[in-house]
């Protein structure tokens, strides 16, 4: 299976690896790491040259599945507290980051399927993207297919619980990211990536939580600061509107996959509960979420959407009576 497959080319890199190595692996088109290699350093040109061609090969695994999937370029430097500038800019460049954000979340699932043993729902998941990919017109969508297949697959065969593990799972397959606003850094990332277009976040006082859906903030074009997240057992609430969502479906459910894996590796000490989730109009959407210091996560899959006129009419929008 690929997850097997995945697993092994990732376990090979980080035998290259060490905590204190001189070298590391970026993209020479994008200027950032592949995802197999981010957040590793190699103690020399040798082994950040094998973890780079590995890199290739994990990426060659999943377009064996998806040929559009785009050629990495990955390049061996020496490790700097500067990012390194990406080489060209063209303007597909969004795109790729789109397509590559995609498969670097599909990966890491598959992966992480593999790893704890769900083999039945990663053959499932992998026959549903291949059944779609064969009616789907545009070979770019295919990124978008393969995430949504795991998600739908993963919505169907796994409890609660076990949603839980496999995400959480994968995030940490991820490199951590520190940011004092990680709920707003995330949807920073998926906007900049295209997964999504504007966005808002309010943080919410936990006493106002049965209140939110008649104390929203409807405008679409200012971003809030989001609040600091705390210590102790604190729990924040907060509310999350965006438009143009990549996964929007109207199937009584909004899926929450891709956002609750990129926050968690954020908030890695943290629990992360999306609570609920609304269509404000044709192409824009409500998430509510909480995260504590204590208890486990949940919604991490997808989470139910509130029943409304604009669920259910997709000719409707926030400017209509």
Same mark, same amino acid.
């Given at each position: 299976?690929?997850?097997?497959?995945?697993?092994?080319?990732?376990?090979?890199?980080?035998?290259?690896?060490?905590?204190?190595?001189?070298?590391?692996?970026?993209?020479?088109?994008?200027?950032?790491?592949?995802?197999?290699?981010?957040?590793?350093?190699?103690?020399?040109?040798?082994?950040?040259?094998?973890?780079?061609?590995?890199?290739?090969?994990?990426?060659?695994?999943?377009?064996?599945?998806?040929?559009?999937?785009?050629?990495?370029?990955?390049?061996?430097?020496?490790?700097?507290?500067?990012?390194?500038?990406?080489?060209?800019?063209?303007?597909?460049?969004?795109?790729?980051?789109?397509?590559?954000?995609?498969?670097?979340?599909?990966?890491?699932?598959?992966?992480?399927?593999?790893?704890?043993?769900?083999?039945?729902?990663?053959?499932?998941?992998?026959?549903?993207?291949?059944?779609?990919?064969?009616?789907?017109?545009?070979?770019?969508?295919?990124?978008?297919?393969?995430?949504?297949?795991?998600?739908?697959?993963?919505?169907?065969?796994?409890?609660?619980?076990?949603?839980?593990?496999?995400?959480?799972?994968?995030?940490?397959?991820?490199?951590?990211?520190?940011?004092?606003?990680?709920?707003?850094?995330?949807?920073?990332?998926?906007?900049?990536?295209?997964?999504?277009?504007?966005?808002?976040?309010?943080? $919410?006082?936990?006493? /106002?939580? &049965?209140?939110?859906? @008649?104390? *929203?903030? =409807?405008?679409?074009? +200012?971003?809030?600061?989001? %609040?600091?997240?705390?210590?102790?057992?604190?729990?924040?609430?907060?509310?999350?509107?965006?438009?143009?969502?990549?996964?929007?479906?109207?199937?009584?459910?909004?899926?929450?996959?891709?956002?609750?894996?990129?926050?968690?590796?954020?908030?890695?000490?943290?629990? $992360?509960?999306?609570? /609920?989730? &609304?269509?404000?109009? @044709?192409? *824009?959407? =409500?998430?509510?979420? +909480?995260?504590?210091?204590? %208890?486990?996560?949940?919604?991490?899959?997808?989470?139910?959407?509130?029943?409304?006129?604009?669920?259910?009419?997709?000719?409707?929008?926030?400017?209509?009576?």
């Amino acid at each position: 299976m690929v997850g097997g497959t995945l697993r092994d080319i990732r376990a090979e890199i980080q035998s290259l690896s060490c905590p204190d190595g001189d070298y590391e692996v970026v993209c020479g088109r994008s200027g950032i790491a592949p995802s197999a290699v981010a957040g590793l350093a190699f103690p020399d040109r040798l082994a950040a040259g094998e973890a780079a061609d590995l890199a290739g090969t994990y990426r060659a695994t999943l377009r064996r599945y998806d040929p559009s999937i785009p050629f990495d370029d990955p390049l061996v430097h020496e490790v700097s507290p500067t990012p390194i500038p990406p080489l060209a800019t063209t303007p597909e460049d969004k795109h790729t980051r789109y397509t590559l954000f995609c498969h670097d979340i599909a990966g890491a699932v598959f992966e992480s399927l593999s790893a704890l043993g769900h083999r039945e729902v990663e053959s499932a998941a992998m026959e549903t993207y291949l059944t779609l990919a064969e009616v789907v017109g545009d070979e770019s969508d295919f990124c978008l297919t393969m995430v949504w297949s795991l998600m739908s697959e993963m919505d169907v065969r796994l409890s609660v619980a076990e949603q839980t593990a496999i995400v959480e799972h994968t995030a940490e397959l991820f490199a951590p990211v520190r940011t004092p606003n990680p709920v707003g850094a995330t949807l920073r990332l998926l906007e900049s990536v295209g997964f999504l277009e504007g966005y808002s976040v309010r943080p $919410v006082p936990t006493g /106002e939580r &049965e209140d939110v859906n @008649d104390d *929203r903030d =409807r405008t679409t074009g +200012e971003r809030d600061e989001p %609040g600091v997240e705390r210590g102790g057992d604190e729990r924040r609430c907060w509310e999350l509107t965006f438009g143009e969502y990549a996964l929007a479906e109207r199937t009584g459910r909004i899926p929450t996959l891709p956002i609750a894996i990129d926050l968690l590796r954020r908030v890695r000490s943290q629990s $992360v509960q999306f609570v /609920e989730g &609304e269509a404000l109009s @044709d192409s *824009r959407w =409500r998430l509510c979420l +909480e995260t504590c210091q204590t %208890g486990s996560s949940d919604g991490l899959v997808s989470v139910e959407v509130a029943e409304n006129r604009w669920l259910n009419d997709t000719g409707l929008s926030l400017h209509q009576d």
